[in-house]
Structure formats: structure tokens, C-alpha cells
């Protein structure tokens, strides 16, 4: 007897080395708790009150220049500052705590507050691509900064608090839980088998076809085996490269035609702003050597049933592990299900 | 110099290896994203329209006794099922999965719609207490069982479906990830030092005081030196055991008193029934050695300012590591500061 795939099961994830368990039999339990509100269908193109859009003054009082495509600039309330010289870790074993330095900046993707991703023209999208990798090289470089997390929280349920299109890079002195447990365990896979986890997961899942949702000659999208968020995503380059920096110009066109291709199937869904978190995963600038980093982004969304029954991390999932109510393959089956074309431009 | 713990820092935590980032600086940024629902004020007694209280019709057909104290039942939509004999793991390196076996249950803490454990009498949270050991003790004993997770989602924002308070119990074949990854924190210390890692933390938590909320003979509720959430809440015996059947009725109503301290002083923070998900971790019973494991409960509340606005762990939280916004001194104290009588109770 094999695997059944309808029946509970828990499947591992060799980027992170955790399990999710997998309950498909459960997708259609009635649910009557939270429900959340959608986001505004219309927005204006400018909008006087926003603290994001050209030439208005944000919250601090400094004021936005006239700009008239992705626009950068320093957090007004960062959670990374520079470093003070001085500083020293505490030395006691049950209470260890080290000071962290780093920057936190805000990338708004245009003037237009209307426009999300999904929406907006592949060369703009590009231009977004080419803002952040940019601002990696740019921090990256700086001796005090060893990694570089840009990432977009997309609507008020994943706790953005502005509408404006936008995203944000927090560059750390230190590398994070996240990346640093990823850097364990495909080092742990090159070391075994010679080779790099991503570039084999990635042929193998473009060879079977049944988990991707979009893919072009640079880049793959696939619903990862081992997804917990509903309708999770990874994108990986088809080549082996560690971070944005690298991309070639058409890497970068092939990035953003997946992202497009991507989060118009997200909006159609459930025709909706599907809202999610999105960051890529990039090798750390720390100087130590990191074998088979594979550079990738994670699209974590929290729908689950409709524009407003999500699924909720919480109880089981914060103190078990987490638990999914749809298989992998039926989620990127939906999704490559479908229309390529945003509903909004039909 | 020394650490500034007014300035960015990270702090680890020992139970499970991970670091997190503080931001105290941060805790007066505006905020203007989504509001939370407060929970209805009044509810009543006994709705008949609710699906856990005693005497009506479930969702799926069966009828509630007319219940007096916690009352038990099968989940009607588990997330989990009994085993199916001859069902094999798969054996791909890449995609790797097992099939996951287990029990799900309810708990209603009493007939009473509108009785949270802060407002419920000290012997009626003895007898909850009572209940979830008896549970334990008895999915515990089964084969087919390696752990039994108790927890109790709390309010609609931590995905809770149903007002009527109530705790859940998942019990698994095999060892979640977050029992899992503390087991082997608390081993590695248990052989580096001889020692229990949370006995030590709980013995000098309990001779600093800054971060204890609530205490007696047998129990100890503090803020971690390491908290994720902005008001968690990590309980701990004052002496070595490792699961709830292990508990005395002497520690029964060590825990109920401290339980209900804990909970009073968060539904008096912000005047509002506050939600979390609590959750114990006891002993696995998968028939494996455990040294150095210490029986807790983490209680994990979203709540960040006010009854509304709560702390969003999302982009860079997901893809690198947690950030909180005020220090778990400031947590801790604030806790202390309000009464130690619930709001509605004066
Ligand atoms: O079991 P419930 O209350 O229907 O559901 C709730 O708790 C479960 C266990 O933590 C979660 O998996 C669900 O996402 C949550 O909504
Ligand atoms: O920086 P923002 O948009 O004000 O805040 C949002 O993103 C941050 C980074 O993921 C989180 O720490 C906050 O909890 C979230 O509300």
C-alpha cells in the first residue's frame, strides 16, 4: 500500500527542515468566525491624504518629492538604527542579548496609488526589480549590514497600514532565524549530495508540472510541496544565482513576468487585492561562505475559502505545527486554473 | 559600555533556539492600519443557538448533554484521524510525507456561554484543570498516540469560531515541531550543565521579579526575557514535573489560581476579554527519553496597544525573524500594574 494523499499526513520541508501537517479532508468544514473586510475596490490614482503619494509630506514632516517612478526612502519609524559604538553583548546564559544595527527603508513602486503588482505594466515591474536590487548592493555593501530582507506586506490583513503600493527592505547586521536556517540546511544538502536543493527541487517540480503556476525560461512559480499557508508560493530562478544583484537584464524581465503572472492569478481568484507577504531570500553579505544558496521568494497569503475567510496561524499551528485544509497540488491547480488576464483589465 | 536596552537589540530564547528583535524605540509609531473587532461585552448565559452549549444540536447532527462541568466531545470536523492499516511514507528525498494519525477533541469549560476562565470561579478552573490531565492521561496511554497538545484559541482574531469558551486537544502519532525543537534544546542543556533548563529560568526569574506577573507556591507566570508576542506569557512549575497527570491537587490549584491571575490581569489591560492561544507543552508519550523536560504553558496574545490594535507578525517576521515593539520588562510591568480583580467583577 502507498501514500494516500486525501487521508491526514505531514509532509517535511528540506528548506527549513520543519513539518506541516496536511489534513485535505477538512477543507470543507463550515466556518463561522472571524470574517475580514475586503480591500477597497477603487482607489483613487492620487490620493491628497496619503502619506506615500508624490509631493504630499509624510507623518515626520519631510516631504515627498514629485517622483515619477519607484521612490525610496528611510523608514520614519525604523525598527533597525545604526550602530553605537560601545555596545556589548550580555554575558549571562539564560539571558543573552546582542545589540542589532541596520536600516529600514520603504519602496514605494509608483506614483500611482492605485496600482498593485498585478496591475501595473511588465517595465514597471521591472523598474521595481531593478529599485531593489539596488538597494541590496547598496547596503549590502556596507560593512556594518550582513543580510538584506526587501519584502511587501499587501493589505491590511497582513498588517500594511497604508494602501499605496509598497514594499520594504530591512537590512541587518546579523542574519535572521529565517535565512539562517535556510543557509543550514542547503549547505547540509550540498555538503550530502554535491549538488543544491533548489536548482534539483526546481527541475524536478518543472519536470512534473502538477505544483507550478507559472513559469518562463528564467524563473519558476509552484505551489511548494511542502506549502503551509493556503496558497503559498516559491519562486526560483531556473539558473543558479544567490541574489538580485546578480540577475542579468533578462533575468530580471523573467522575474517580473512570473511576479505578474503570479499575482494576477492570486487577484483572480477570489477577484480580490489578494493580500499576502512576499519577500525574497537572498545570500547574506556577512563574508561567510554559503554553499548552494539558490535565490527564491516566498509568497505567504492568508485567504483560504474567499476574499474574507483566511486561515488563522494560531492554537495547534504556534504550538504544534502548522496545518493546512488543501493539498499543495489542489491549491496550484486552482490557481493555474484561473485567468492569465486581471480581472479588473478585461 | 553596556547593552542599551532602550536601543535595537535581539534576544535569544533557549527553549527553542531563535532570536528575536526588539525595537523599543518603535512602541509610539502611529497607527493606521486595520482595527480589530472587540468582542460583545454581554453575552448570555445560554444561547440557543449555540453549537456547544448543553442540550442543543451540534453542526453535524448530535445533541449536547445537558452538561454541568467541562464537557468533552469529538471534534466534529478533526484535523486528524485514526490509523489506516498499511498506509507507507513516501521515499522521495525531495518530497518527503507520512501519514499522520491522531484524535481531535473539544472541552467546554462549563454550561456557561459567557464564562471565560478569568471570570470563572477558582474550583471551577481546578476542574478544567482536571479534565485536560484526564484527557492527557488517557490519549497519552494509547499506542497509536506520541503527544497530546491542549490549548484553547480565545477570541474571534485568534481564529476562534465559537464564543462559548472552550479549549481544543489535538493528539498526534508523532511529535509536533515546536515540542520537538524544544525537547532538543532542553536535552542539550540537561547534558551541558546537568541541570533543567526551565527549572534554572524559573528559579531566577523567580529572584529578579522584573518580569514575573503572577506567582504562588507551585507556579510562576512571567514574560520571557525572549517574548515574541507583546504581552506573552510563559508559565512554569516551581518544582520538576513534566506533565499535567503529574500534577498534585495541591499544583492543580497552584496552576488554576495562577491561570486565573494571569488572565484577570489581561482582560484588565485593556478593559476587554483578551484574546490569545495558550497552549501546554508536556512530555511526549512516544515511549522516547526526555531529560531536562519541564511542564509549561505559553500563552501567546496578539494584542500590541489597545482592544484593537494588535502586533501583526507578517513580512519581515515571516521571512526573517519576530519583532516586538516594547521590551518584556515593560511587559511585565505593565501587567503587575493593573488590578488583580477582573473589570467586570468590581
Ligand atoms: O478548530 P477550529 O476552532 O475550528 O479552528 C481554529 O483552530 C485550529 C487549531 O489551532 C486552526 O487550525 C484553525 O485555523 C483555527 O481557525
Ligand atoms: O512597517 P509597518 O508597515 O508599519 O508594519 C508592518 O510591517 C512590519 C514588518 O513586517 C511589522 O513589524 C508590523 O507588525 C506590521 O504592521
Redesign the pocket.
Known amino acids: 500500500m502507498q501514500m494516500n494523499f486525501n487521508r491526514p499526513h505531514r509532509r517535511f520541508n528540506p528548506l527549513n527542515g520543519q513539518w506541516v501537517l496536511v489534513s485535505p479532508h477538512r477543507a470543507q468544514r463550515p466556518w463561522q468566525g472571524q470574517v475580514e473586510k475586503t480591500a477597497a475596490a477603487n482607489l483613487p490614482a492620487y490620493d491628497p491624504t496619503c502619506y506615500l503619494c508624490p509631493g504630499n509630506r509624510r507623518n515626520q514632516g519631510a516631504d515627498n518629492p514629485k517622483y515619477t517612478g519607484p521612490y525610496v526612502f528611510d523608514n520614519d519609524f525604523p525598527?533597525l538604527l545604526p550602530p553605537e559604538p560601545g555596545e556589548e553583548p550580555t554575558d549571562h546564559a539564560l539571558f543573552r542579548a546582542e545589540p542589532e544595527t541596520g536600516v529600514c527603508r520603504v519602496v514605494c513602486f509608483s506614483p500611482r496609488h492605485d496600482l498593485t503588482l498585478p496591475e501595473m505594466a511588465l517595465e514597471d515591474v521591472e523598474a521595481v526589480i531593478r529599485t531593489w536590487s539596488a538597494q541590496t548592493a547598496e547596503l549590502g555593501a556596507r560593512p556594518e549590514i550582513g543580510y538584506v530582507q526587501v519584502?511587501e506586506?499587501k493589505g491590511a490583513v497582513m498588517?500594511?497600514?497604508n494602501p499605496h503600493p509598497h514594499s520594504?527592505i530591512w537590512a541587518t547586521g546579523q542574519v535572521p532565524n529565517e535565512p539562517a536556517v535556510e543557509a543550514v540546511q542547503q549547505a547540509a544538502y550540498h555538503q550530502r549530495t554535491g549538488g543544491c536543493l533548489l536548482c534539483d527541487v526546481t527541475a524536478e517540480e518543472r519536470a512534473r508540472g502538477e505544483r507550478v503556476v507559472a513559469q518562463n525560461e528564467h524563473f519558476t512559480a509552484f505551489v511548494p510541496f511542502w506549502a503551509v499557508w493556503p496558497f503559498e508560493v516559491l519562486v526560483t530562478s531556473n539558473a543558479h544565482v544567490t541574489s538580485l544583484p546578480q540577475l542579468s537584464a533578462e533575468q530580471v524581465r523573467g522575474l517580473a513576468d512570473v511576479f505578474r503572472q503570479v499575482t494576477i492569478r492570486y487577484d483572480n481568484l477570489f477577484e480580490v487585492s489578494f493580500p499576502y507577504s512576499m519577500g525574497f531570500h537572498q545570500e547574506p553579505f556577512d563574508g561567510q561562505a554559503y554553499p548552494g544558496w539558490h535565490f527564491h521568494a516566498h509568497f505567504y497569503p492568508p485567504l483560504l475559502r474567499s476574499a474574507t475567510v483566511r486561515k488563522f496561524m494560531v492554537g495547534f499551528e504556534m504550538l504544534g505545527m502548522p496545518q493546512r485544509d488543501l493539498t499543495a497540488e489542489t491549491a496550484a491547480q486552482r490557481l493555474r486554473e484561473v485567468s492569465g488576464v486581471h480581472y479588473k483589465q478585461r
Chains 1, 2 share one sequence.
Open positions: 525598527a519584502f506586506n498588517g500594511c497600514s520594504q
